[in-house]
């Protein structure tokens, strides 16, 4: 399972592509911002599988967060200043965060189908 989930995590950064990720007010598209937050709890949960810890893993960590601002060619100042926009706009952020919820519902279902047929 963990390295079902490694992999996809890598595939997914492998096969990226740069174009405009945010609008004229340094806020990051809709579309980008779903996908960076659906890698950014897929980074979470390699981060928690392997057992990295905060401090002495710190490198290691904001290595793993970095290259997912590197595969939608977003900042850390972006991806913190859209965050605070949504702590302000909380009805746009929940409808968006349902479509992060469904998407990794549905990588889930994924894995489990490649687990079910590795499995017979």
């Known amino acids: 399972m963990v390295r079902i989930f490694t992999l996809l995590f890598l595939i997914i950064i492998i096969f990226s592509s740069c174009n405009s990720p945010t609008n004229r007010k340094g806020i990051i598209r809709d579309d980008v911002f779903i996908n960076v ?65 469904t998407r990794l519902s549905e990588l889930e279902s994924q894995i489990d189908m490649a687990k079910t047929t590795t499995e017979q």
């Open 37 to 101: 937050l659906t890698d950014i709890h897929l980074a979470d949960g390699v981060i928690a599988v392997k057992g990295y810890k905060a401090v002495s893993d710190s490198a290691v960590i904001d290595q793993i967060y970095n290259s997912v601002f590197e595969k939608y060619c977003v900042t850390q100042k972006e991806f913190k200043n859209t965050m605070d926009y949504y702590a302000n706009h909380t009805a746009k952020y929940d409808i968006l965060y349902d479509k992060v919820l």
